[in-house]
């Protein structure tokens, strides 16, 4: 080996020994680099198809549940323009502290303690939702409620004004433009409501105008029974709007902030303040 080497230049001799052992390197190397990559590319895809496969596993939506649910927040959006609306309009209604008082029988009445206090638990059915027992326990009342004060606001409309123009000639246009403005918008709110019903498969409930006592209800009135009317109309409309907006805005038990907490606290006050029915069969005995 020594006599095969002698003559050779010992630099050229090291350069060309690192030459043949870099040519040896590199093809390992290489392919140990395209490998990584290789496998650098396939690992993006099995992460997404580990997740895809994860996401198939998750239990899918109960389609019922979501019909119930988007019925209710279609009719709360509804409910809260309507209320929006009403009390921007009501404003400009010119009202007398003098007539302020009163609570006739014709005034519709809603009980809201015992809507918002109403056991879901208990009146469960087979494979029905929380959201379809409150719906199917809700929607009917709302209804109810709703088409009383159209038959209050179109008797408000058609009433006879015994009264000089001056000086309630103003008063009559302003009242005229929002009894039809609010009118419209309780036609447009029990369309929703009675759609949305449809939409979940439920009947829309049977009103019937004969039960509501409206016989004290005169249609001919003078200025002062005509503003002690409206004002109590348009308060009993707009406490009603307020309650039924809280409470599909404040689940029960959930104050979610300090005006869901007071409108809580009042109905739990008023249902405190009930007498026992032991207590009262008691005193029908005495």
């Known amino acids: 080996m020594d006599v095969l080497l002698t003559g050779f230049p010992k630099r050229l001799l090291v ?14 190397e290489a392919r140990s680099v395209e490998h990584k990559r290789r496998h650098q590319r396939r690992q993006p895809e099995n992460m997404a198809q580990l997740t895809k ?16 649910k988007n019925a209710t927040r279609k009719i709360m959006k509804k409910l809260k323009n309507t209320r929006r609306f ?8 010119n009202e007398s502290r003098e007539y302020r008082d009163g609570m006739p029988d014709w005034l519709p009445a809603v009980n809201f303690v015992d809507i918002h ?64 403005n609010t009118l419209h918008r309780l036609y447009s709110s029990i369309a929703e409501i009675t759609e949305s019903m449809a939409a979940v498969n439920m009947a829309t409930p049977p009103f019937d105008r004969t039960r509501m006592k409206l016989d004290t209800f005169q ?45 809580e606290d009042k109905l739990k006050e008023k ?3 009930r007498r026992p029915r032991n207590k009262i069969n008691m005193l029908f005995m005495s």
């Open 219 to 263: 249609m001919k009135v003078d200025a002062t029974q005509c503003l002690k009317n409206d004002y109590i109309a348009f308060r009993g409309y707009g406490n009603l709007l307020n309650n039924w907006y809280f409470e599909f805005r404040c689940p029960r038990s959930k104050k979610l902030n300090k005006r869901c907490a007071a409108y």
């Open 86 to 93: 009403f009390n921007q309009e009501r404003k400009v209604l």
């Open 117 to 180: 206090f109403h056991d879901y638990k208990s009146s469960r059915r087979i494979g029905g939702s929380i959201w379809e027992r409150k719906f199917s326990y809700q929607m009917p009342k709302l209804y109810k409620s709703l088409k009383e004060y159209e038959v209050i606001f179109q008797m408000l409309r058609d009433v006879e004004l015994d009264f000089p123009d001056d000086p309630f000639n103003n008063y009559k246009i302003v009242r005229q433009r929002l009894i039809s």
């Open 15 to 28: 350069a060309l020994s690192v030459l043949v052992i870099v040519m040896c390197v590199m093809p390992v």
């Open 271 to 273: 249902k405190d303040s």
């Open 53 to 68: 496969d994860m996401s198939s596993l998750k239990r899918p939506r109960n389609p019922s549940v979501e019909h119930y």
